[in-house]
């Protein structure tokens, strides 16, 4: 069973940029969803993806964007970035409709804005 | 607006004693709650959780007590082990699958 990945590991943008991070899935999961943990700080949601459709979201402003593709993986996508934003972003599957609520983490992908 | 609280930031106890975590909680109306563990540069690792209507979940040494009069969780695990250090977070989870954690503690187990 291939747990979830996540890409890049670690990333360095500037201020006012955009960057994309991707999420693979746990294999047999169906609902993808993204947290920021800042440094010392519990993990906050994003959003949730299931059915390539946005199903939650935290408070996060419209230039936090993701998508959901029919494999079941995921991008975060962030626009004009904030030196707020450098943070660990994980990502974490579940299995949505089978009565279970946990969730399995990646990694993580570390981005530092400058 | 902190719906989920850890309010010990450490926590040190000798291998082979009990380690006890907690956590208190604000909303009532979560329908599970979850222990992870997390070590540096990893993700959360999935520990244990309990159902709003349970008290008690037991895996291993792993124990999890719910008291919902109180608000509040607690992870137990005995007897801790020095692989056991790491930083420990609670997450309650709303309808809609959205997980919402506390600060986390850090344990530390000492030979």
């Known amino acids: 069973e291939t747990g979830v990945t996540q890409s890049p590991t670690h990333l360095i943008k500037t201020r006012g940029q955009q960057v994309t991070l991707r999420c693979s899935s746990q294999?047999?999961?169906?609902?993808v969803s993204w947290y920021q943990q800042a440094l010392g700080q519990g993990p906050q949601f994003i959003f949730q993806?299931?059915?390539?459709?946005?199903?939650g979201r935290g408070n996060f402003p419209p230039r936090f964007s993701g998508l959901q593709f029919p494999n079941y993986s995921s991008e975060l996508n962030v626009n004009a970035l904030e030196l707020d934003d450098s943070a660990l972003y994980l990502c974490?599957?579940?299995?949505?409709?089978?009565?279970?609520?946990?969730?399995?983490f990646g990694p993580g992908t570390r981005l530092t804005v400058t | 607006d902190q719906q989920v609280k850890q309010n010990s930031p450490s926590l040190s106890v000798q291998e082979g004693r009990i380690s006890i975590l907690n956590c208190d909680y604000t909303?009532?109306?979560?329908?599970?709650f979850l222990w992870y563990k997390k070590y540096p540069a990893e993700g959360p690792t999935f520990l244990i959780s309990?159902?709003?209507?349970?008290d008690k979940n037991e895996d291993g040494r792993f124990t999890v007590f719910l008291n919902k009069s109180a608000k509040h969780l607690s992870l137990h695990i005995v007897p801790s082990q020095p692989g056991d250090s790491a930083v420990y977070f609670c997450?309650?989870?709303?309808?809609?699958?959205?997980?919402?954690f506390g600060q986390g503690t850090e344990l530390s187990v000492k030979p």
């Open positions: 997450a309650a989870e709303n309808q809609g699958g959205k997980l919402i």
């Open positions: 974490a599957s579940s299995k949505r409709g089978q009565g279970t609520y946990e969730q399995y």
């Open positions: 294999s047999g999961h169906n609902t």
């Open positions: 993806y299931y059915r390539e459709e946005e199903n």
């Open positions: 309990i159902s709003s209507i349970k």
């Open positions: 909303n009532s109306m979560f329908d599970y």
